[in-house]
């Protein structure tokens, strides 16, 4: 990718004279007012949202409230009735498929792996978009197979079929192959499905390491506590629109949970780490 490709810049407005206009840096990945459904029924309008280069954003929210049809719309996976997406200063929709791929790579909620294909070789499908007539298999490609099995603790299964794996096996692996196609962008959705609370664990702290390492990550969670301790920035969506957005202190309120949720809790600093911890009150069970 060339400087020009990787970094998007406006002239900044003159606040108080003091010295020129400087460059402003645009997010890599935005959605500009637009409106995301399916067939003639539509799930969010008008909707925009910038992601922070660097962070580490979770889309939190009620089931069937738009999260992951937003994170499909800003993965090309949906295309907007209205409005665009913006990648890299350019309508999405206006780049070759691979070249979408080798800039943003994607898990979504549930996939399919071709029958009969071994964890090693559906791993290494994560390569695809930076091959090409010139450019085939490279000692590089196997460094990424190798250490995306590795990061995800599936590489004692490489050689097993995918389709006899366990579900949380199996989603580990979809994990890794997303790793390995190593984009500055990664966009996942409810990453932590199928997995028991210890891989849950392992996999969050994956993702914390690869974006203290650079990577931009959003990611849809069900967990609102897991949620509140790893992310950088939070987005809170109900009924299709956004309702907060911001550091997870900022935005995880008893008030915005009764809001968003329905829940009645008491938020309280967890006592790791510090950042917001949501505890439901549930009824009265004292008597």
């Given at each position: 990718?060339?400087?020009?490709?990787?970094?998007?810049?406006?002239?900044?407005?003159?606040?108080?004279?003091?010295?020129?206009?400087?460059?402003?840096?645009?997010?890599?990945?935005?959605?500009?007012?637009?409106?995301?459904?399916?067939?003639?029924?539509?799930?969010?309008?008008?909707?925009?949202?910038?992601?922070?280069?660097?962070?580490?954003?979770?889309?939190?929210?009620?089931?069937?409230?738009?999260?992951?049809?937003?994170?499909?719309?800003?993965?090309?996976?949906?295309?907007?009735?209205?409005?665009?997406?913006?990648?890299?200063?350019?309508?999405?929709?206006?780049?070759?498929?691979?070249?979408?791929?080798?800039?943003?790579?994607?898990?979504?909620?549930?996939?399919?792996?071709?029958?009969?294909?071994?964890?090693?070789?559906?791993?290494?499908?994560?390569?695809?978009?930076?091959?090409?007539?010139?450019?085939?298999?490279?000692?590089?490609?196997?460094?990424?197979?190798?250490?995306?099995?590795?990061?995800?603790?599936?590489?004692?299964?490489?050689?097993?079929?995918?389709?006899?794996?366990?579900?949380?096996?199996?989603?580990?692996?979809?994990?890794?192959?997303?790793?390995?196609?190593?984009?500055?962008?990664?966009?996942?959705?409810?990453?932590?499905?199928?997995?028991?609370?210890?891989?849950?664990?392992?996999?969050?702290?994956?993702?914390?390491?690869?974006?203290?390492?650079?990577?931009?990550?959003?990611?849809?969670?069900?967990?609102?506590?897991?949620?509140?301790?790893?992310?950088?920035?939070?987005?809170?969506?109900?009924?299709?629109?956004?309702?907060?957005?911001?550091?997870?202190?900022?935005?995880?309120?008893?008030?915005?949970?009764?809001e968003v949720f329905g829940l009645r809790c008491m938020v309280v600093?967890?006592?790791?780490?510090?950042?917001?911890?949501?505890?439901?009150?549930?009824?009265?069970?004292?008597?």
């Amino acid at each position: 990718m060339s400087e020009s490709e990787g970094t998007v810049s406006a002239v900044a407005v003159d606040r108080g004279g003091a010295g020129a206009p400087g460059p402003v840096e645009q997010p890599r990945l935005q959605a500009e007012a637009a409106t995301f459904g399916y067939d003639r029924r539509v799930v969010s309008a008008g909707l925009s949202v910038c992601i922070p280069d660097g962070s580490f954003t979770v889309i939190v929210g009620p089931n069937a409230c738009g999260k992951s049809t937003l994170l499909r719309g800003l993965s090309r996976l949906l295309k907007p009735a209205e409005g665009r997406v913006v990648l890299d200063g350019r309508s999405i929709a206006s780049y070759r498929a691979k070249e979408v791929a080798r800039r943003l790579g994607l898990l979504p909620q549930s996939s399919i792996a071709p029958n009969g294909i071994t964890v090693a070789d559906l791993v290494a499908h994560g390569r695809y978009p930076h091959q090409n007539l010139v450019r085939q298999w490279t000692d590089a490609d196997e460094r990424a197979v190798l250490e995306a099995m590795a990061a995800t603790g599936v590489a004692e299964l490489s050689g097993r079929l995918v389709d006899e794996l366990s579900g949380g096996q199996r989603q580990r692996v979809w994990v890794a192959m997303a790793l390995a196609q190593q984009t500055p962008l990664l966009l996942l959705d409810e990453p932590t499905t199928f997995l028991d609370i210890a891989y849950q664990i392992e996999l969050m702290e994956l993702f914390t390491d690869l974006n203290a390492a650079g990577t931009t990550l959003v990611a849809v969670l069900h967990d609102l506590n897991q949620a509140a301790r790893y992310a950088t920035h939070l987005v809170a969506m109900k009924d299709g629109r956004i309702v907060a957005e911001g550091a997870p202190r900022d935005v995880v309120t008893a008030d915005l949970v009764h809001e968003v949720f329905g829940l009645r809790c008491m938020v309280v600093p967890d006592p790791v780490v510090g950042t917001p911890s949501v505890v439901p009150l549930g009824r009265d069970r004292s008597g």
